[in-house]
């Protein structure tokens, strides 16, 4: 059971290069997640998906696109990265929100820099 | 406009004594709260969490509380391990169907041996 994973770990883009983030969850989990933190701003939502096949927007969602195809993986793609988009992303899964008490589980991160 | 607060960057506590770390939030729609710890180069991991039923709720060496009048929130750890030292994130959200997290910028727990 690895739980949240992400690929790649480190990534170094040119202005203007496009990448995609991938992140997969073995839980079985209906929610995902991608968030990136930045020093001093703390961990703000990009996008989150709530099933298969559903995305929406969360906090910051300008520049980044998102697809959730399958149940287990959620994709992050950036089609023309900028400067500003140098952070640690991380993405994260939780079950359905039946309780209300169900905790986000975090993969290790992606630290990204654009030059 | 940060909705959850945590105004303390670091804090440093010696080994054995009591570390408390605080957390402030604006919106009065958060009905429950919890803190995640997260270590270097690793995703973060939760902690405790609290109900606005509740106003304490403990697991071990970890208690939070919680002040709803003054929409305030703090952790408890006794005692303080250096295993504990870490980032400390408060994040919140409310309960009708959204799953949401408002993150707070965290504190930076250093215990000294």
């Known amino acids: 059971n690895a739980g949240v994973t992400q690929t790649p770990k480190f990534r170094v883009l040119k202005t203007g290069q496009s990448m995609t983030l991938l992140c997969a969850q073995d839980?079985?989990?209906?929610?995902m997640y991608w968030y990136r933190q930045d020093p001093g701003m703390g961990l703000r939502l990009i996008h989150y998906?709530?099933?298969?096949?559903?995305?929406a927007k969360g906090e910051v969602p300008d520049g980044y696109n998102v697809s959730r195809l399958k149940k287990q993986n959620f994709l992050l793609g950036l089609e023309s990265a900028a400067p500003s988009q140098t952070s640690v992303y991380f993405c994260?899964?939780?079950?359905?929100?039946?309780?209300?008490?169900?905790?986000?589980?975090f993969g290790p991160g992606t630290r990204l820099t654009v030059l | 406009d940060q909705q959850v607060k945590q105004n303390s960057p670091s804090l440093s506590v010696q080994e054995g004594r009591i570390s408390i770390l605080n957390c402030d939030y604006t919106?009065?729609?958060?009905?429950?709260f919890l803190w995640y710890k997260k270590y270097p180069a690793e995703g973060p991991t939760f902690l405790i969490s609290?109900?606005?039923?509740?106003d304490k709720n403990e697991d071990g060496r970890f208690t939070v509380f919680l002040n709803k009048s003054a929409k305030h929130l703090s952790l408890h750890i006794v005692p303080s391990q250096p295993g504990d030292s870490a980032v400390y994130f408060c994040?919140?959200?409310?309960?009708?169907?959204?799953?949401?997290?408002?993150f707070g910028t965290g504190t930076r727990l250093t215990i000294i041996p």
């Open positions: 994260a899964s939780s079950q359905t929100h039946s309780t209300g008490t169900d905790t986000q589980y």
């Open positions: 839980m079985n989990h209906e929610y």
């Open positions: 998906s709530v099933g298969e096949g559903t995305t």
């Open positions: 919106n009065s729609m958060f009905d429950y």
């Open positions: 609290i109900s606005s039923i509740k």
């Open positions: 994040a919140a959200k409310w309960d009708f169907g959204n799953e949401k997290l408002t």
